[in-house]
């Protein structure tokens, strides 16, 4: 037994790079590419999957895309420099879909017979509804109320939540892989042998490549390999939705998108305002906070610092806030959250540089104004994003569970605990999704629209369900006994600012601004 010493470490120790340690310059710019290139999966299937049953046509689903772009570059910069200051790229989230399908649905919209003019007035009311939940994740953040909560979590806690933040999204791995597995599992079995089994082969001086750049040289080789079956006509008499899956030209964005096109606030017309709509919004907001926190918390492990204290956590998400607004300002069709694929990315090439991020931030807004440029990008094959999403929610799920590393899990309360969360935050999701599928309804299915979306936008958040029950649970069993079991001296010196002399290397804003904006 004293062979096995595996004492539990703050910090992860097997990473190349840490948050404010930056890899050699031509290094930090192909990383930063790598990003861009990895977000782009969840920045195309999301208006991908809205425009069209708002009535848009290819023209306006990649006029959507480039704004949900820029928009993302944006929000990724100013979370860099002035929120959390983690590593974490900040793009569309799924956790909106359910309201907007709501408003969507919305008899007033649905009785307008011109498709565009639907899409126009569908896009503006999501806008409106955008800005006035945004502001419930600015109150929550800059008042600190998001933080005081916060002091509710434990690591036992927050093992699960972290742990579903990258599990709850198995729709979005395996089988969006076995739509096309000619190209998936290729995919995924090279991303798993240049990234682990050649890892440490070098074949240009020191640069690991195949550990740093797995993404970009498994993306071009597959990706050429899919524009080979292609144009050998591989896919001329295969199902509609093979085709759609596999094909490089399926999704006409190259054609329909324009050269040049800047995208600026309120471009699809005034923003309208509907209390219902609003309500609905907001439930995404929340679940939308939930997930980014098990985000910040995946990040600050992988990027080699403190876990996030109170106050730079409700900093961050009062600056999520803001990039809601911005999301309804521009017209993005859906809020913005924490990518859980770029987290994963900075376990996968063991780099966790602030500058890698801030500078993809800058390939997001390029790309978005180069139309063409942006659309040659975009139109890869969604099977070759969710071979990677095999990967990187793997990954995350995983820095989520090691926070099990600081808690007692030979106590019968902590086991109940952790595997109750796990699995009704998996468990209720899946239950709300497939009657999703059967009914194209939710569980909840009141004549109140806004109240059905509000509950079933929370159980359908596998992360939200998962803290919901770790939280109150882990809260009220045996509290005061259990104080050791659940971790709380490891995690009471990272509730605030100064409880840790690491957290100002890690956090303090730049420019000297918090002489303006001291910790509180």
């Known amino acids: 037994m004293a062979d096995i010493a595996h004492p539990p470490m703050d910090q992860l120790q097997d990473l190349e790079y840490c948050i404010d340690s930056n890899p050699p310059w031509t290094e930090t710019i192909l990383l930063a590419f790598q990003n861009y290139i990895l977000m782009l999966g969840t920045s195309v299937m999301i208006p991908s999957a809205i425009v069209p049953i708002m009535g848009g046509t290819d023209g306006d689903k990649i006029r959507v895309i480039q704004t949900l772009l820029f928009v993302s570059g944006i929000n990724t910069l100013l979370q860099a420099l002035f929120g959390t200051r983690l590593p974490a790229v900040v793009g569309g989230s799924f956790a909106y879909l359910i309201p907007i399908l709501y408003i969507i649905e919305d008899s007033s919209l649905q009785r307008i017979p011109e498709p565009h003019e639907r899409f126009l007035h569908t896009m503006r009311a999501i806008q409106g509804s955008l800005i006035v939940a945004a502001s419930l994740q600015i109150i929550l953040g800059y008042s600190q109320v998001w933080g005081i909560f916060s002091r509710f979590f434990s690591p036992l806690g927050m093992a699960p939540v972290v742990g579903l933040v990258g599990l709850g999204l198995f729709q979005r791995g395996f089988p969006v892989v076995g739509n096309c597995v000619e190209i998936g599992i290729p995919m995924l079995l090279a991303v798993i042998g240049l990234s682990q089994y050649l890892k440490h082969i070098r074949p240009l001086r020191n640069v690991p490549i195949f550990e740093r750049f797995p993404v970009l040289i498994c993306v071009t080789v597959i990706w050429a390999y899919s524009h080979v079956l292609t144009a050998g006509g591989a896919y001329r008499n295969r199902p509609i939705r093979t085709q759609h899956n596999c094909r490089t030209d399926r999704a006409n964005l190259i054609s329909s998108a324009p050269w040049f096109k800047f995208p600026y606030p309120l471009q699809w017309g005034a923003p309208t305002f509907n209390a219902g709509h609003s309500f609905a919004m907001m439930s995404a907001v929340f679940v939308s906070m939930v997930e980014s926190t098990g985000a910040y918390k995946a990040a600050s492990r992988l990027a080699i610092a403190t876990p996030p204290p109170a106050y730079v956590l409700s900093r961050g998400i009062g600056w999520q806030g803001i990039g809601v607004l911005l999301d309804g300002l521009f017209g993005t069709g859906t809020g913005s959250t924490v990518s ?162 690491r957290n100002e290397e890690f956090y303090n804003l730049p420019f000297n601004l918090n002489r303006f904006f001291p910790p509180t």
Request: a positive charge; aromatic letters at 14%; hydrophobic letters at 50%.
């Open 340 to 501: 859980v694929e770029n987290v994963g990315l900075l376990g996968l090439t063991r780099v966790g540089s602030r500058r890698v991020v801030q500078i993809s931030a800058g390939f997001m807004i390029f790309f978005s104004i180069l139309g063409k440029f942006g659309a040659l990008f975009a139109a890869i094959p969604f099977p070759i994003f969710a071979a990677l999403y095999c990967i990187l929610f793997g990954l995350v799920a995983a820095v989520g569970l090691s926070f099990l590393q600081f808690t007692n899990m030979n106590s019968m309360r902590n086991l109940i605990i952790t595997g109750l969360s796990l699995f009704l935050g998996i468990s209720v999701p899946q239950y709300f999704n497939d009657f999703w599928l059967n009914s194209h309804h939710g569980p909840v299915h009141t004549h109140s629209g806004w109240f059905n979306a509000i509950l079933n936008t929370i159980f359908s958040s596998p992360p939200t369900v998962g803290l919901i029950v770790a939280v109150i649970l882990d809260n009220t069993l045996e509290v005061e006994k259990s104080k050791k079991d659940r971790g709380m001296p490891w995690w009471a010196k990272f509730r605030t600012f100064r409880g840790d002399n």
